[in-house]
């Protein structure tokens, strides 16, 4: 009995290693791979996603009004990015300390966009309005914002019922909470 499983699997064995289970194989995959959509460039895949940035960033001052939102700031941490990150700043590894995405309603018909970050780079200066101290004092940039707006409600990333809406640290909150200022802090809203 056993050695007629053997000459069963044997010639199993054999038919698939012939030429012709090659071929169809091999026939098989290049059918499967000619179906598959073509990746972009790298390059091209940037650029894709760059366009999506300009067009949701062009959407938020029209939701920010109607929710009563003055001034909207998204922290993002290292190793810890705000799920909206990806979807409000440049698509790029962010792992530097902590950094802030701040958008203001100034009343006007433009979304004064405005990122506080440790570093300069160029695809973030694109999207975004950024301060050309190479090691700005990241406290004072955000007292700054307060001293210059006094917006009437600040919204974060807390207190909501889905992930993305409660994506802020406590160390991130007290951080921004001491940096803006005590008056600051009683306009944050969720």
């Known amino acids: 009995m056993q050695f007629r499983r053997w000459l069963v699997v044997l010639g199993v064995c054999a038919i698939l290693a012939s030429p012709a289970a090659a071929q169809s194989q091999a026939a098989t995959a290049q059918s499967l791979k000619d179906q598959m959509p073509h990746l972009l460039p790298w390059s091209r895949q940037i650029a894709v996603r760059e366009g999506w940035l300009?067009?949701?960033?062009?959407?938020?001052?029209?939701?920010?009004?109607?929710?009563?939102?003055?001034?909207?700031?998204?922290?993002?941490?290292e190793f810890h990015d705000d799920p909206l990150t990806e979807f409000v700043a440049p698509p790029r590894p962010y792992t530097g300390n902590r950094d802030f995405f701040v958008f203001v309603d100034t009343g006007g018909k433009e979304l004064?966009?405005?990122?506080?970050?440790?570093?300069?780079?160029?695809?973030?200066?694109?999207?975004?309005?950024?301060?050309?101290?190479?090691?700005?004092?990241?406290?004072?940039?955000?007292?700054?914002?307060?001293?210059?707006?006094?917006?009437?409600h600040i919204a974060l990333g807390i207190d909501g019922k889905r992930g993305v809406t409660r994506s802020l640290t406590k160390s991130s909150y007290e951080y921004l909470a001491k940096s803006m200022g005590p008056e600051a802090a009683q306009h944050f809203v969720p």
């Open 112 to 152: 004064k966009k405005i990122a506080v970050t440790g570093y300069s780079q160029e695809s973030v200066a694109k999207f975004f309005e950024k301060s050309n101290v190479p090691q700005p004092d990241i406290p004072s940039e955000l007292h700054a914002l307060w001293d210059t707006y006094h917006p009437a």
């Open 54 to 77: 300009v067009k949701r960033q062009a959407l938020l001052l029209d939701m920010m009004r109607r929710h009563n939102v003055d001034m909207w700031i998204v922290v993002n941490e």
